[in-house]
């Protein structure tokens, strides 16, 4: 069974920066997709962004330009760079990976940015 551990969440300042890191348990070569959702309270979860195999990336309209996602091969993790945080920003962010026909899904960690 494949497992997502996400960290980096915590209390952040608007307009401050947030490093949000996803440890999976096994060779992240072997999925096609790998992707950052939040889901923000009373509201659904949704994807802010993705990356495909090899280098493509896609991101949300409300993030792109300030969030960016990365992989290290080497450690097995997913990363999320996220940057000039907003209130609107708060969620449980999930981490997932994708490959055949399977979601694979973290426990979330909770990004707070204060106004």
């Known amino acids: 069974q494949v497992q997502l551990v996400e960290s980096g969440g915590g209390l952040v300042q608007a307009g401050g920066s947030r490093r949000l890191s996803c440890a999976v348990s096994e060779s992240i070569f072997s999925f096609n997709t790998m992707g950052w959702y939040r889901q923000a309270p009373g509201k659904q979860r949704e994807l802010i962004a993705a990356?495909?195999?090899?280098?493509?990336?896609n991101y949300a309209d409300s993030v792109k330009g300030r969030f960016t996602i990365s992989r290290d091969n080497a450690k097995n993790a997913v990363y999320l760079q996220m940057n000039s945080l907003k209130p609107e920003d708060t969620a449980v962010y999930f981490c997932?990976?994708?490959?055949?026909?399977?979601?694979?899904w973290g426990k979330g960690t909770l990004v707070t940015v204060s106004s």
């Open positions: 990356l495909s195999v090899g280098t493509t990336t």
């Open positions: 997932n990976v994708f490959r055949y026909g399977t979601n694979y």
